[in-house]
């Protein structure tokens, strides 16, 4: 790699300041060495989810050296396997003494850098992944593209036509989506929960669609078989997949690192970023360890700056240099950010008597349930399953709305953390959709609406989406550079205004390949 490291050590005194969050401070009953170094490198990408995994291949097969910087951990590289639900481990949550999945946290932990977090505001709880490959680590593999009316109107200034022949078809390749054989699902016990989610759905009056994921199908007949080690069937996915799923780390970021071009810095978290005279950036980063512990302040130069860390990420970075050290933003950053509509709900005494929704699931949904053309309740939601390791007769739905009222991300000076403007009033429509399915769905076929799972029925502050607050065309020009900026980039999915109408990183990926592709070609990076 072509940089130069200045090193200074110091012995720093004890002190909780050295420690990244409150909960560990017991961790801090020795002093410890903590390294002081600056780094130059030529382009620096913050944060290795999809925006960040796509930037780092096309830059590096254009031949660029690229330093990655990621807070979490590598994975693979350290060789420690993934928790599932039913025995949450180190990979369960970001530096918690307590699972934080969307319900049923009864599990204790040992705080580790694990690859699921949960930032909470006021009316909402977002979670997002850690570690190299970012939210691809934590999710379900929905790989789904957004119908083309609704790209068009969300995105009125990009092409559509080559989105749908070029970017889509270009991303669904790279990220290995594939469909699961429909015989497979009709015999699977596992998929007993979609097989009864898309009867139900029918005899209620709905449309079902099946949903292609990033997990290998092949793989997961294998794992039915017993023929190779279960993953999507031994209730492995927010926690990471240790088999099956072909996560940024088994396609984009792999292919990355093949060109020799890339190196990643997991365990690094970027704290904030200046502007120098120069238009080069410094950007202060702490490295730490698996405990969450300070090891180095490390201080990298670069001429060239991507911002990828996920929406919270990226308007975190923007907003807090903003404030801390007058960094300069464009006014619209921060604005036009929404939940993509997610609003969880459930039903319970779903067939009781008839073996409910499946003592064994697998956690890789396949279907879905598209009422998006209905112009009273436009919604569409997974058939998501619940593996509970018994059969609990519930069934679990993730709705996608459309996103009428968006909120605003600011940041709080005398807090240091970001703030979110959002409440009842963004969730009303979303909450009256939910209402309207789950009331059919019982209509139809039985079953009462979930308390089992949320606060009357509905989960309105679960979040799996963050979208938008450094907007396409808004915030950024036309292909993701910060306005006022000459050498500072934002490629994720705070792009997106706020909503996509479907999960979102199969949208996340092709905007991403189309800025990246676009600066290439203008020489921004030469
Ligand atoms: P993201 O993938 O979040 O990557 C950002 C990376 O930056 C992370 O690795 C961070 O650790 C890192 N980072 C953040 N701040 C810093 C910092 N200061 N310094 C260094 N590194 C930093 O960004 N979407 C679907 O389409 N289908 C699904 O089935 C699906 N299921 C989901 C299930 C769960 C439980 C969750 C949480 C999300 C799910 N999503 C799903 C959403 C999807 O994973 C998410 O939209 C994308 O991962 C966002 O991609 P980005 O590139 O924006």
């Not at 979208?467 to 036309?478: K, S």
Request: aromatic share 10%.
């Amino acid at each position: 790699m072509d940089r130069k490291r200045f090193i200074k050590t110091s012995v720093l005194a004890l002190s909780g300041f050295y420690f990244l969050y409150s909960d560990i401070f017991q961790a801090a009953q020795f002093p410890h060495i903590v390294t002081e170094e600056t780094i130059e490198a030529p382009i620096i990408i913050i944060g290795s989810g999809y925006g960040g995994a796509v930037s780092a291949l096309r830059l590096c097969e254009a031949g660029k050296k690229v330093i990655l910087l990621e807070m979490g951990l590598h994975w693979e590289k350290a060789g420690i396997p993934y928790s599932n639900l039913l025995k949450p481990g180190k990979s369960s949550a970001w530096l918690k003494k307590k699972t934080i999945a969307p319900f049923m946290n009864i599990f204790s932990l040992t705080p580790f850098t694990g690859t699921l977090d949960r930032l909470e505001f006021d009316n909402i709880s977002i979670w997002v992944g850690r570690g190299v490959g970012g939210g691809s680590l934590v999710n379900g593999g929905m790989a789904v593209t957004p119908k083309e009316s609704y790209f068009r109107e969300v995105f009125p200034d990009l092409d559509s036509e080559k989105f749908y022949n070029h970017y889509f078809p270009l991303v669904r390749e790279e990220l290995k989506v594939n469909v699961i054989d429909e015989q497979f699902l009709k015999d699977c016990p596992y998929y007993k929960f979609t097989r009864v989610g898309e009867e139900e759905a029918h005899k209620a009056g709905f449309k079902t669609i099946r949903v292609p994921n990033v997990y290998d199908f092949k793989y997961m007949e294998k794992e039915y078989r017993n023929e190779v080690p279960r993953s999507a069937l031994n209730t492995e996915v927010i926690y990471g997949n240790n088999y099956g799923k072909n996560s940024l780390d088994k396609t984009y970021l792999k292919k990355a690192l093949e060109t020799g071009n890339l190196e990643i810095l997991d365990l690094h978290k970027a704290d904030h970023i200046q502007l120098n005279d120069d238009k080069s950036y410094t950007v202060t980063t702490q490295h730490i360890n698996t405990s969450g512990q300070v090891l180095a302040h490390k201080t990298f130069h670069c001429k060239k700056l991507i911002l990828s860390a996920g929406t919270m990420g990226t308007l975190q970075l923007l907003l807090k240099s903003n404030t801390i050290n007058n960094l300069p933003i464009d006014e619209k950053v921060g604005k036009n950010w929404g939940n993509n509509g997610n609003f969880m709900t459930g039903r319970n005494w779903v067939r009781p008597l008839s073996g409910g929704t499946g003592s064994k699931q697998s956690t890789i949904p396949v279907g879905g349930i598209d009422n998006w053309e209905d112009p009273e309740h436009a919604f569409f939601t997974e058939i998501a399953p619940l593996p509970m390791g018994m059969d609990v007769a519930t069934a679990l739905y993730l709705l996608i709305n459309r996103v009428d009222k968006k909120g605003e991300v600011t940041f709080d000076k005398t807090n240091q953390a970001l703030q979110l403007n959002w409440n009842e009033s963004h969730t009303a429509k979303m909450k009256e959709n939910a209402k309207y399915f789950v009331r059919k769905m019982n209509n139809a076929n039985g079953g009462t609406r979930s308390h089992f799972l949320f606060n009357n029925g509905f989960g309105a502050d679960i979040c799996y989406h963050p979208l938008g607050g450094c907007v396409l065309g808004e915030a950024t020009d036309a292909f993701g550079k910060l306005k006022g900026h000459e050498n500072l980039y934002v490629l994720d999915g705070s792009l997106i205004p706020g909503t996509i109408g479907v999960n979102p990183f199969v949208t996340i990926t092709a905007i991403a390949e189309y800025c990246i592709e676009h600066l290439i070609n203008q020489n921004e990076f030469t």
